[in-house]
Each structure stands twice: as C-alpha cells, then as structure tokens.
C-alpha cells in the first residue's frame, strides 16, 4: 500500500474542510482504511510536493440502510485524513 492513488482516494470539499485550508492550512482527504499516519504524510508528500507538518485521521462506520427488508445492507466504512501543511506551502485544488 505504498501508491500514493492507493491510499489517497479523494479529497473532501465541504464548507469545514474549506474553513480548514484558509485558516489552518489543512486539508481533508479520504484514505485507505488501513493506512497509518505515516503512510498518509508520504503519500502527500509525493503526490504534492509540499511538506506536511501534522496527520491527524477519524474512522466512520458505514451507515445502516433498508432496515426493514430482508436485503438490508450498510454503506462503507470509511477514513478521514486532516493533513496540515508548513507554513508557506498551498495545494491549489482549482
């Protein structure tokens, strides 16, 4: 699980996230469950190009859906990676 495209999946774009880059600039990635902190602070790094100062990461269950039919089913779980670059370095997402 060392590719960087394997272990960052997308990019959150949210109003809290948006908030995130202008003040502290940090942004919201979705990873690979199993990737450690580590392994997300390399990824950016070489997908990027810019140094990361902090990884800070959260786990979600998957939501419960269609309870009341036999095939009932639940969404994925997933994780949240809020990486907070140095100062002076940007991620330009437009």
């Known amino acids: ?49 810019k140094k990361v100062e902090a990884v800070r990461t959260a786990n979600y269950a998957g939501k419960a859906r269609r309870e009341r039919r036999a095939d009932y089913g639940r969404t994925n779980h997933w994780k949240k990676a809020i990486v907070r670059l140095k100062d002076g370095e940007r991620i330009d997402l437009v």
């Open 1 to 49: 699980m060392k590719d960087p495209q394997t272990i960052i999946q997308t990019i959150r774009l949210t109003e809290k996230a948006t908030m995130l880059g202008e003040t502290n600039n940090e942004y919201v990635f979705v990873v690979h469950p199993k990737a450690n902190k580590l392994e997300i602070k390399q990824a950016v790094e070489k997908h990027f190009g």
